[in-house]
C-alpha cells in the first residue's frame, strides 16, 4: 500500500511538472508573441536590417568590442550582438568615471563637461554617459569624438560607432543633451527636418518647374540649354535661396553651394527615395536669432506596402541646419564616413545601420606624435 502511494504520488509529481511547464512556456509564446505584435505595429521591432548588423558584428569583431550609439538600441546590441555597450535604456542617467590620466589630453571641466572626484587617492572625472554619447554624435571635432570613445574602451582595441536611421527623428534628443547648459539646467535642440516630395509645377514667369517638398522648394530653370536648380526655404510667401544642397540620385551625390544665400544649412534631397524617421512638427532654427516654425508637418507613412520594408518609397527632403549639417552623425549616416579620419567605415550598405570602427591604433600614433 505504501508502494503504491508512492508511485501514486511520483506520477503525480511528473503531472504537476508538466503542467508547470506548460504553463511557463505558454506565458513566455504569450508574453513574446504580444509584444513581438505590438513592437510590429508600433515600429518598435527589429527589423531584418537589424539583425543583419548584428549577426555581422557577432560574426566579424571580438567578444570584448565596444558599440557606441544614443541609448535606445543598448539592449537589442547587448542580445543580438553578445557585445558590451556603453549604455542603454535601464542606464541612461548613468555616470562616467574616467582617470584624469585617461582623458587623453582633453580637459575634464572644459572640454567633457564633468567634474573632478577623488576616490581612494585616485582622481576621476565623472561625466553623464548620455552627454558623452550625444556630444559624439553631434560634434564636428572628430578628433575630440575619438577621444571621448577610447576612454570608453577598457582593456579592449575594438570600438565601433553606430549610426542608424531612427537617430534622424531622435536628433532632437541627443543634440538637447549635448548642448546642455548646466547653468540654465536645459539644453538646446535641432532637428533634422524631413518632408516627402508633394508635388512639382510649372513656374509662372520662368522657364522651368518646381519641385515641392513641403516649405522647401527645388527651382529647376532652363537656360541656353542647361539646367539650373536652386534649393529655397519659403517663409511668408518669401523665397529664401538656401547655403548649400546636396542632390542624390542613383547612389550618386552631387553637392552645390550658394554663396550668395540668406539661409545657412544644407537641403538634403533624395530623388531616389529612402525610408527615414519622421520628425514631429518643430520650430526649425536655421541660424542664430532666426527660426522657422511649421505649425503641423503632415508626414504620411510614404513606402509601400509598409514602411519596415523599405521599398517604394517616395523621393524626400531634409533640411540641416548649420549646427547638424557637419555633426559625425551626419558625416556618418548621410555620407557614409565620407572625408573622416579615425572612423573607418566597415558596415555601410545597410540603410538603416551603418558601422564604423574607431581606428584607435591611428589616434594613439597622433597622440603619441603630438606629445613628443
Not at 219 to 226: A, E, S, V, Y
Not at 348 to 370: A, C, G, H, S, Y
Amino acid at each position: 500500500m505504501s508502494e503504491e502511494k508512492n508511485k501514486s504520488g511520483y506520477y503525480i509529481s511528473i503531472i504537476v511538472f508538466g503542467m508547470f511547464l506548460l504553463i511557463v512556456g505558454y506565458s513566455l509564446f504569450v508574453t513574446y508573441g504580444s509584444s513581438n505584435q505590438m513592437a510590429s505595429r508600433h515600429g518598435t521591432g527589429i527589423s531584418g536590417n537589424w539583425v543583419n548588423s548584428m549577426n555581422w558584428l557577432q560574426n566579424n569583431t571580438p567578444k570584448c568590442t565596444v558599440v557606441a550609439t544614443y541609448w535606445d538600441p543598448g539592449y537589442w546590441i547587448a542580445a543580438l550582438s553578445e557585445r558590451k555597450i556603453v549604455f542603454d535604456g535601464g542606464s541612461q542617467g548613468s555616470k562616467r568615471h574616467t582617470k584624469l590620466s585617461n582623458l587623453n589630453g582633453l580637459d575634464c571641466v572644459k572640454d567633457r563637461q564633468g567634474y573632478v572626484k577623488e576616490i581612494d587617492g585616485t582622481k576621476y572625472c565623472v561625466t553623464s554617459r548620455i552627454q558623452d554619447m550625444s556630444g559624439v554624435l553631434s560634434t564636428s571635432n572628430e578628433t575630440w569624438a575619438a577621444k571621448v570613445l577610447e576612454s570608453y574602451m577598457g582593456e579592449c582595441n575594438e570600438l565601433y560607432e553606430l549610426a542608424s536611421n531612427d537617430l534622424i527623428g531622435k536628433s532632437h534628443w541627443w543634440t538637447y543633451f549635448s548642448h546642455w547648459d548646466p547653468e540654465k539646467g536645459k539644453g538646446q535642440a535641432y532637428d533634422y527636418a524631413l518632408f516627402p516630395y508633394k508635388k512639382q509645377q510649372e513656374l509662372s514667369w520662368q522657364d522651368g518647374k518646381a519641385l515641392i517638398y513641403g516649405p522647401f522648394v527645388l527651382k529647376i530653370l532652363n537656360k541656353n540649354g542647361t539646367q539650373e536648380i536652386i534649393p529655397y526655404m519659403v517663409q511668408q510667401s518669401q523665397y529664401n535661396k538656401i547655403e548649400k544642397m546636396v542632390l542624390v540620385q542613383n547612389g550618386s551625390i552631387s553637392e552645390i553651394e550658394y554663396p550668395n544665400a540668406t539661409v545657412s544649412g544644407t537641403l538634403w534631397v533624395s530623388l531616389d527615395g529612402t525610408p527615414l524617421s519622421q520628425p514631429a512638427g518643430k520650430c526649425i532654427p536655421t541660424k542664430k536669432g532666426s527660426t522657422f516654425c511649421v505649425s503641423h508637418i503632415n508626414v504620411p507613412n510614404f513606402c509601400s506596402p509598409s514602411r519596415r520594408q523599405y521599398a517604394l518609397c517616395r523621393p524626400y527632403a531634409i533640411y540641416m541646419n548649420d549646427v547638424i549639417e557637419d555633426s559625425l552623425f551626419t558625416k556618418m549616416f548621410f555620407y557614409n564616413g565620407k572625408g573622416l579620419e579615425y572612423f573607418e567605415p566597415s558596415y555601410v550598405n545597410n540603410p538603416e545601420v551603418k558601422l564604423f570602427r574607431l581606428n584607435v591604433e591611428k589616434l594613439r600614433e597622433d597622440m603619441k606624435n603630438q606629445t613628443s
